[in-house]
Structures are given as C-alpha cells and as structure tokens.
C-alpha cells in the first residue's frame, strides 16, 4: 500500500530555513499532484504549494516568495524549503498526495520555530 | 481566520445522527466541489467524503454530504463513539488557485 513518509528539522531559530522532505513508498509520483500542507492552531490548515505530474508548481501567494517546492524523481520524493522563519511558521506541516478521491497524507512533523 | 466557516464544536448522543456545516462563497464551494476529512489527535486528516457526497472506499455508509450554493453539510448518522474526532471541510479556491479549508469541527459523542 502506498505510503508517504515525511522528515526534516523540527526546531528552527527565526529566520533560519525549514527544510522537509516527503518520500513516496510503494507508489510513483505520476499521475497525481503532490501538496504540502500545515496546520496551526490558529489559521488552522493552510495550502504552502504543490506540484504535478507535468512538474508545474504552485505556491500560496502567502508562501510564494519564501517557499520552494522541489522533486527528485529518482529517489521518489519531494522537498519544501521555507526561507527566514518566524513563530508563525511554527505548525505541524504535511506532505498530502491529491486529487480526490486518491487524497494522502504523511504522518505530519512538527516544526518549531524559537530563539 | 479560515476561508470555510465551520462550527468549532458539535454533540450527540450515540446512535444519533449529527450535521457539520460548512460555509464559504462562490469562488471555492459555490463553483467547486467539497472534501471533507476526518482528524484524530496527533494523526493526519483522513478523507471521508470527496467531489460533494461521494464516500471513499472503506468509509463507513454512516457518512453523507450534502452541498446548496456556497455551503455544505456532513452528516453521520448511527453515532458511535469512534466517530469523535474534528472534522474538516475543503475545496478549491479560484482566487487562490488552490484548496482552502473550515477551521475544523470538534464531533462530541456523548
């Protein structure tokens, strides 16, 4: 069964770069878009950018200029950079494989961002 | 602050049947269809519904949606205590040009 696996660095010092990655077990990245996602408990759950089968990104424009979405077909796996943190940035932040119905997510990383 | 508006919390009494709400505006439920997903603590959301009131394989028969212009409805019926979890709405956005989502339902099965 396909399953994504996501990790990177859970604490971060202000204005320093989150970096994640998502790895796709069991099934390929054709053929689907692939998101990032992340949820605070005040703005709740918040689209960062996505990707698709074309390779075409697409980014919040709340994120565009600090984050970059990026893939390595090769190693079936996709990364987010998010440049010059702040505490705001600190959420829990999924990877999600979409359309409906074939929506997928990874298990989540906490990242903290604190002096 | 989320572009869908849910009610923060809902109960029920088990075997009930309880209705989540969710509002937005024509340029993401009015024109687009409505996911809903089902979250416990500290585990991803799960999608329960997709495309309005279409049940994912392996999703409970309990779970329906409903949509009517720019808002949109869950509904479980047969309330059973594994039900308690918070629920989300989401849909396209055409002003963002991506998916945005309710701030989320705590379900309370008495």
């Known amino acids: 069964q396909v399953q994504l696996h996501q990790w990177g660095a859970g604490l971060l010092k202000p204005s320093e770069t989150l970096s994640l990655t998502c790895v796709v077990y069991n099934g390929s990245l054709s053929g689907y878009y692939w998101s990032w996602i992340r949820q605070t408990p005040g703005k709740g759950l918040e689209w960062i950018g996505d990707f698709n089968h074309s390779g075409d990104t697409d980014y919040n424009p709340s994120f565009k200029s600090r984050a970059t979405i990026s893939v390595d077909t090769s190693k079936n796996q996709f990364s987010l950079k998010l440049r010059s943190v702040t505490a705001a940035d600190t959420a829990v932040y999924y990877c999600?494989?979409?359309?409906?119905?074939?929506?997928?997510w990874g298990q989540g990383t906490l990242v903290t961002v604190s002096s | 602050q989320s572009v869908l508006t849910q009610p923060p919390s809902v109960s029920e009494a088990p075997s009930q049947r309880v209705t989540i709400s969710c509002s937005g505006s024509r340029s993401n439920i009015g024109d687009n269809v409505v996911n809903w997903y089902q979250q416990f603590p500290g585990k991803a959301p799960k999608l329960v519904i997709y495309?309005?009131?279409l049940l994912p394989s392996g999703v409970s028969d309990r779970f329906s949606g409903s949509k009517s212009g720019n808002s949109a409805s869950l509904a479980i019926s047969g309330l059973q205590s594994e039900d308690e979890a918070d629920y989300y709405c989401a849909a396209w956005d055409d002003s963002l040009n991506g998916p945005v989502f309710g701030g989320g339902t705590k379900l309370t099965v008495l």
């Open positions: 999600a494989r979409g359309p409906e119905p074939d929506s997928l």
């Open positions: 495309f309005d009131n």
